[in-house]
């Protein structure tokens, strides 16, 4: 693999595809999937449309209690992979998402940055979203080139389009649909064990799954780096880690988010 052409363009673009680098690891995280779904946690969120289409399934932070998620986040090459493209000493694991489409939904994921969602900052993060099927580029994740160096967070909303956080003063996402020639939108034809590594400031979104043949089961793990630290949001983020005994600033080395991999090439 050239990781020096990668982490160019994951520099630049913010959201780069890696092909095939989780093949053998398909049929473990479709066990972990199926599990999940017949005993989902209490943070999983289903949307099921007013329309009567399928519903969108997601389920968050489980990779402790299914353990084909915590083989694949602590065997696989993906905290290797994490830390190169990061261009950091180790990476730590933040949590996983589970994200399943079904055949015929009509749910739109809109645009969006994850990082204002997360109790965490930091420049060196990375997103791996990983499909366990065929992917269309019309249902693929859909990420805006480079919008992860505007210097910009947008405000986050919930997908009713509440505010998610009360008195926010962020600016709205601009209308990227209206004005889709502006931008320079990424996205791939993808089979079972590609992934899209993108950064937690790009604005990505995904179109309804209306086909009515495919599944859209994704696996997405969040990865985070050497300069990562807490942040309070003053509100319930997505996933909701308001247990936890930390103020903006703090490192966050404790159990929630251990170092999966630790690059001794880096000092």
């Known amino acids: ?10 520099k630049q673009n913010g959201a780069i595809v890696l092909r095939g680098v989780f093949n053998d690891w398909i049929p473990n995280l479709k066990k972990g999937i199926d599990s ?3 005993n989902p946690s209490s943070r999983e969120r289903s949307y099921k449309p007013d329309d009567g289409t399928a519903p969108f399934f997601q389920d968050l932070c489980n990779w402790k209690r299914i353990k084909e998620f915590e083989n694949f986040i602590t065997n696989s090459e993906m905290a290797k992979i994490a830390s190169v493209l990061m261009e950091s000493k180790y990476a ?3 949590h996983d998402h589970v994200l399943v489409k079904e055949p015929g939904s009509s749910i739109v994921t809109p645009w969006h940055q994850d990082q204002p969602y997360y109790c965490v900052e930091g420049k060196k993060n990375v997103s791996f979203w990983i499909p366990l099927d065929k992917i269309d580029s019309k249902v693929c994740l859909k990420c805006i080139s480079g919008s992860h ?6 405000k986050p909303k919930r997908f009713n389009g509440e505010d998610l956080y009360e008195n926010d003063k962020s600016d709205e996402m601009p209308d990227i649909d209206k004005n889709i020639n502006l931008y320079d939108v990424l996205s791939w034809e993808l089979e079972p064990g590609d992934a ?9 979104g995904a179109d309804a799954n209306l086909n009515n043949l495919a599944r859209r089961r994704v696996f997405s793990a969040r990865w985070i780096g050497d300069d990562g630290y807490f942040v309070d949001r003053k509100g319930k983020g997505s996933p909701p880690f308001e247990y936890l005994n930390l103020k903006t600033g703090d490192a966050l080395n404790i159990p929630d988010f251990p170092i999966i991999y630790l690059n001794d090439n880096r000092k």
């Open 1 to 10: 693999m050239d990781y020096s052409t990668l982490i160019n363009d994951f």
């Open 36 to 38: 999940l779904i017949e």
């Open 92 to 94: 730590r694991f933040f």
């Open 149 to 154: 160096l505007w210097g910009k967070i947008h």
């Open 196 to 204: 899209i590594a993108f950064n937690f400031r790009v604005i990505h």
